[in-house]
């Protein structure tokens, strides 16, 4: 026998007793670290198995109660003689198919990525394939017992759902990672959570509809009937706050108004910070350039509707008069073969102050006009590149204008030019561009084929309501398919705010490609809205149902997004309040006032109560961050961040809460400033623009 063949016999021998080693100890041993549960029958084609980690010596008890054909609950037990110094505690579910399909509330792209419960608004992890879907949804009763920190995980690469205990620590703005130091105390822990499962042709379609239905009425609707989250149902005084605010208590900070091309124009400026408070002891510093907007998130002529409307209401003409002149400045916005800027801005400077540098605007004679800087290419308005889903925005609120306000042809007109130009644009498959060079007019790299294009889809539906002109609906509905072919099913809902805001985590790697350990892809709200709306306006004018099933599908999947619940570790109200993206932290996000209205429609479209309830909560959820004796929870939270806060800053208003994605029942969450066109002027607008619409019966008793 020749030495390379003796060698290889004798290695495989070593190898065999070796795997013989491992069977004899690290069986057991797994063992010990993770108990296994009995699968009930009817959960065997969706469940493979359950397990869960040790406490210290104590081994977990895992059983399952059937509540109806397609419910499980899962109990997961643990008793300590005493308390134990450990840093996580895991229940780990297998499904029994590869999915597909995955969807978690937080992105977690390592294995030391975690989801945690701060982001639990409506917390469930989603699998599905071809035949099959469930959903894990943790017990949020227990969690409302529980001191200790809740987390979830969903890796999409070894087919596991997790959901325990343990500490994170924020690395990115915003992911979380695990942290050390947990102590679980002695007695009984227990975990809880429900199964969702189906293989209905329709629950595959659309996966978030029984979960979103579930848990809403678990939870939601409960708190939804005794008032919640507000503190009484008229807005009426929130409104009268704004105004007051904006108008008269703050109107030196907020209130910008002068001469453009011979006539007077104004609106509220962009942003404002503690700093610009009456009641402030020291220096004003202005925290970004004095500004006024008019794209997809801070729209003064979407606001200025909101005043306008209220002045008709209570016979203001002072009010009414502030409005015309926002109207006014949106028409003076210069167009270039159709296309047109969002910023008119001034000058920045800075100044010493008692030895003290700080921030302030020059006049507006210094003015020039530019474009979002929340894009790839530069953080300077000036040389911010055309944005389409900006001037879709812009152009659509024109015609809400035209149509519901006063017939000013100006306003069509203008919306004209840029319709005629934007269906000029639309690429083979059916896309609009996000931007375009300032010189060329050329479209640029970044999401060219992107669901922003469905706010040009809305805009353009418009547009074909107000003219006939079936040019603009055949493009809308060319735009449409493309959104649906390519975009829905994978959930690629990438846009502006996805990666160049405030969370740029992936800008530079994910952009157009899936997080791998989650198959999933950065997701923000906001385009999921913009589809969800484009959908039925389309389906209004066409009837086909078509739009109305993929428009019930992305509204469901928007909703995930929604709070449906009080945790105890938030310190202010957040029933119906809105996050952001798989990447981000906010609570009560001001996007909510704009989500509202649709939800309220489709519950009409589908005489679905619960959207109509769900549509309410967001409406109200949109004013519980105001200063203001009526939210008592969360002014003592102002109080205890900014305690110089007096009388005539009841209005003040942050855009969202817990932010950096932290909180406590000290202060910690609440920000620093306001941007009225996406804050308190923008919860008006949308209440103003309900009441007109429904009635403030409706709104405010249902």
Not at 214 to 234: A, C, D, I, N, R
Not at 245 to 255: C, H, L, S
Not at 411 to 423: E, G, W
Request: glycine share 6%; net charge neutral; proline share 4%.
């Amino acid at each position: 026998m020749s030495n390379s063949i003796y060698d290889i016999i004798t290695t495989r021998m070593y190898l065999k007793v070796f795997r013989i080693l491992v069977i004899v100890f690290l069986i057991p041993y797994t063992l010990l670290a993770q108990q296994k549960s009995d699968i009930p029958s009817g959960l065997k084609r969706f469940v493979a198995s359950v397990s869960a980690s040790k406490i210290g010596e104590a081994v977990a008890e895992i059983d399952f109660k059937r509540l109806s054909k397609d419910l499980y609950y899962g109990r997961v037990r643990w008793n300590l003689s005493a308390s134990v110094q450990q840093n996580a505690v895991e229940v780990t579910v297998i499904p029994a198919f590869q999915p597909n399909f995955h969807w978690a509330p937080h992105l977690t792209p390592t294995d030391n990525h975690i989801i945690p419960q701060h982001v639990f608004r409506a917390p469930a992890l989603i699998v599905a394939d071809n035949s099959y879907t469930f959903s894990l949804i943790p017990d949020l009763d227990l969690i409302k017992k529980n001191s200790l920190p809740w987390m979830m995980d969903l890796n999409a690469r070894d087919n596991r759902l997790m959901l325990g205990l343990g500490k994170s620590k924020i690395t990115d703005h915003v992911l979380y990672e695990r942290e050390i130091g947990m102590t679980i105390p002695s007695g009984e822990m227990v975990i809880g959570f429900y199964l969702l499962v189906s293989d209905k042709a329709a629950a595959i379609h659309n996966p978030f509809h029984r979960t979103i239905n579930f848990m809403w009425t678990q939870w939601g609707e409960p708190l939804y009937k005794v008032g919640e989250p507000l503190h009484q149902k008229s807005m009426e005084p929130y409104v009268k706050h704004t105004y007051e605010w904006a108008f008269k208590n703050w109107r030196d900070a907020v209130w910008q108004e002068f001469d453009l091309n011979g006539k007077r124009v104004g609106a509220p400026v962009f942003i404002v910070n503690t700093t610009q408070s009456p009641n402030y002891p020291g220096q004003v510093n202005e925290r970004e350039f004095r500004s006024i907007w008019n794209q997809a998130w801070f729209n003064s002529l979407r606001s200025a509707q909101g005043l306008y409307r209220y002045a008709l209401r209570t016979h203001n003409d002072t009010l009414k008069k502030y409005a015309l002149m926002t109207k006014e400045l949106a028409l003076a916005f210069p167009q270039t073969n159709g296309l047109f800027k969002s910023v008119i801005a001034v000058e920045m400077e800075q100044v010493e102050i008692d030895g003290k540098k700080v921030n302030r605007s020059k006049s507006w004679d210094t003015r020039y006009f530019g474009n979002s800087n929340r894009n790839p290419y530069t953080w300077d308005a000036r040389l911010s590149p055309y944005h389409i889903a900006d001037m879709s925005f812009t152009a659509y609120w024109m015609l809400v204008w035209y149509n519901e306000l006063e017939q000013d042809h100006r306003l069509l007109s203008y919306a004209k030019n840029y319709a005629d130009a934007l269906i000029q644009l639309q690429d083979a498959e059916g896309f609009f561009p996000a931007w375009m060079n300032l010189e060329t007019l050329q479209p640029m790299e970044h999401l060219q084929q992107s669901p922003e294009t469905s706010v040009s889809v809305t805009f353009l539906s418009a547009m074909y309501k107000a003219t006939g002109d079936v040019r603009y609906l055949q493009a809308a509905e060319r735009a449409m398919k493309a959104v649906i072919t390519k975009i829905i099913p994978q959930g690629q809902w990438e846009d502006f705010e996805t990666y160049w805001s405030c969370s740029r985590v992936g800008s530079d790697k994910w952009v157009g490609k899936k997080v791998a350990r989650n198959n999933m892809f950065k997701q923000n709200t906001f385009c999921i809205y913009w589809t969800a709306e484009a959908l039925l306006e389309l389906y209004k004018l066409t009837r086909k149902r078509e739009y109305l099933r993929w428009g019930q599908r992305t509204l469901d999947e928007l909703l995930m997004a929604q709070a449906i619940w009080q945790p105890p570790f938030i310190a202010i109200r957040s029933l119906g309040g809105f996050g952001v993206m798989n990447a981000d932290a906010e609570w009560n996000d001001s996007r909510q006032s704009l989500f509202a209205g649709l939800i309220i429609e489709y519950g009409k479209v589908l005489k679905n109560k619960q959207y109509i309830q769900r549509g309410l909560a967001a409406l109200r959820a949109s004013f519980t961050m105001m200063y203001t004796p009526l939210n008592p929870s969360t002014m003592k939270q102002w109080q205890a961040r900014w305690p110089f806060f007096g009388e005539k800053d009841y209005g003040f208003m942050m855009e969202n809460y817990g932010h950096d994605g932290v909180t406590n029942d000290a202060g910690l969450g609440i920000g620093e400033f306001t941007i009225y066109d996406w804050g308190n002027g923008a919860a008006a607008e949308a209440y103003n623009r309900l009441v007109d619409k429904y009635g403030r019966r409706f709104v405010e008793e249902n």
